[in-house]
């Protein structure tokens, strides 16, 4: 019934976008920021029923735009009957609060539409840890707005007014105790994560994290190399939850995989410093799996973002192999041509067909053994201590004693650690 209820909500929920096209910021650009703003939404599961594109010369404190600009605005939005405006473009709380006076509607921008996909779509403790804490910290000098948070009233529905400064202050105490909660508890969850790691590190296997734009199909490319079902759906942001699986390589070599979150333009900033124990298994991988979408239009800027994001986790310099996905949907040589340029180890694929999965398992295999080595151990029966180590950080492939009783090992180890097993190697 509680479901029935809420698509209900959605489905009467009329939103209307506004595009600002600011001085840094090209007309195409611009649209195109828009129209990815249009599948946020969507996404989000509220129909959107027009939109608007308008200039940003100059900011102004009351509603970013002109007083002018603004009365065009709220009379567009009387005439479409919306119930909900999104702005492209982050609003600061008093602009938010002036433009809901004016509009006596549901305002909000980009930024709380991304937390509130984020929030529906969070599936473990410590995405959904985090995502709260993200709303609370956004939601703190919001706490006087005319209408809650967006899950709270959906299909446009009003909200409760403040009860007056006095209540006002009672919020904010309760939210700035649960801001530290919340904080609490994400240390533990991020050392139970830290446990994980650990165990994996043990296994002495390399490790690539598929990173990359929202929706260009890192599930689905993991599923394809790992025979696995990871979710995957045409959305933005159907991964949040990092998700690590065991592949098996074309020579017998066996790798770590991890999906992660995908990236977006105009990511809050809040949202990179909560996410960043789910995002920093980019920073920990020994290399990187940049996933573009080949058939996107927008396959530049999705680069750009994708770097942007990487060097602002300070993974920018990890070694990384770039695979372009979805090759089944557009065949343009000079876009191939163009994109071989972006990174010197890169391969072309269809993770829908399977075309090109082989010759990606080839390439990762080849980025593996750079990670690792394989070395002949003859190990004294004193040296309790690399014995031990050996097991704990390397794969033991073959193991035998001889008649002196020295222990003759083949180890798969990380490079970083060879150098404690150099004196035991056998040429």
């Given at each position: ?19 600002i ?34 200039k940003l ?7 970013l ?11 567009h ?25 004016l ?10 539409v ?6 529906s779509?969070?599936?473990?403790r ?15 000098p919001?706490?006087?707005r ?17 009860e ?11 939210v700035q ?11 533990q969850v ?5 446990t ?18 929202t ?6 490319l ?6 696995s ?10 991964t949040?939850?990092?998700t ?10 066996e790798?770590?995989?991890?999906d992660t ?5 105009k ?14 298994e ?23 973002t ?13 070694l ?9 949907l557009?065949e ?10 972006l ?10 067909t ?9 390439k990762i ?23 031990s180590?050996?097991?704990a ?11 002196d ?23």
């Amino acid at each position: 019934m509680i479901d029935t209820e809420k698509d209900n909500r959605k489905m009467v929920e009329r939103a209307i976008l506004i595009g600002i096209q600011d001085m840094e910021t090209t007309q195409g650009e611009a649209e195109e920021h828009l129209l990815e703003l249009g599948e946020l939404v969507k996404t989000m599961g509220v129909p959107v029923i027009g939109q608007m594109m308008t200039k940003l010369k100059k900011t102004t404190p009351r509603y970013l735009l002109g007083s002018g600009k603004a009365e065009e605005i709220f009379e567009h939005i009387k005439e479409e009957e919306a119930d909900c405006v999104v702005f492209d473009y982050d609003l600061t709380p008093s602009q938010q609060r002036n433009w809901e006076r004016l509009t006596k509607i549901c305002v909000i921008d980009r930024q709380e539409v991304i937390l509130d996909i984020f929030a529906s779509r969070a599936s473990t403790r410590e995405a959904s840890l985090q995502v709260e804490l993200a709303r609370m910290q956004y939601s703190l000098p919001r706490l006087t707005r005319a209408w809650t948070h967006l899950s709270r009233q959906r299909g446009g529905s009003k909200g409760t007014r403040g009860e007056g400064e006095q209540q006002i202050e009672v919020d904010r105490r309760i939210v700035q105790d649960s801001i530290s909660q919340l904080k609490k508890e994400l240390k533990q969850v991020k050392k139970h994560r830290e446990t994980q790691r650990k165990k994996r590190n043990r296994q002495s296997m390399p490790h690539a994290a598929i990173v990359g734009y929202t929706n260009a199909g890192k599930s689905s490319l993991l599923n394809a190399l790992a025979n696995s079902d990871v979710l995957v759906e045409d959305k933005l942001f159907a991964t949040l939850d990092p998700t690590t699986r065991r592949v098996e390589l074309a020579d017998k070599r066996e790798i770590l995989l991890t999906d992660t979150v995908g990236f977006v333009r105009k990511l809050p900033h809040n949202l990179v410093e909560a996410f960043k124990s789910t995002l920093e298994e980019a920073t920990l991988a020994d290399f990187l799996i940049i996933t573009l979408d080949y058939s996107s239009p927008y396959i530049d800027d999705h680069w750009d973002t994708t770097l942007s994001v990487l060097k602002e986790l300070g993974a920018e310099d990890k070694l990384k192999l770039v695979v372009f996905n979805k090759i089944d949907l557009k065949e343009d040589p000079v876009l191939m041509a163009r994109m071989k340029a972006l990174n010197p180890e890169y391969v072309f694929v269809s993770a829908a067909t399977g075309k090109g999965i082989e010759a990606l398992k080839s390439k990762i295999s080849a980025l593996a053994r750079f990670e690792t080595v394989e070395l002949k151990l003859e190990i004294p029966p004193e040296r309790h201590d690399i014995i031990s180590l050996a097991y704990a950080k390397g794969k033991v492939l073959e193991s035998e004693y001889d008649d002196d009783g020295k222990l003759n090992l083949t180890l798969k180890i990380s490079k970083s650690l060879d150098v404690k097993f150099r004196e035991f190697a056998i040429l």
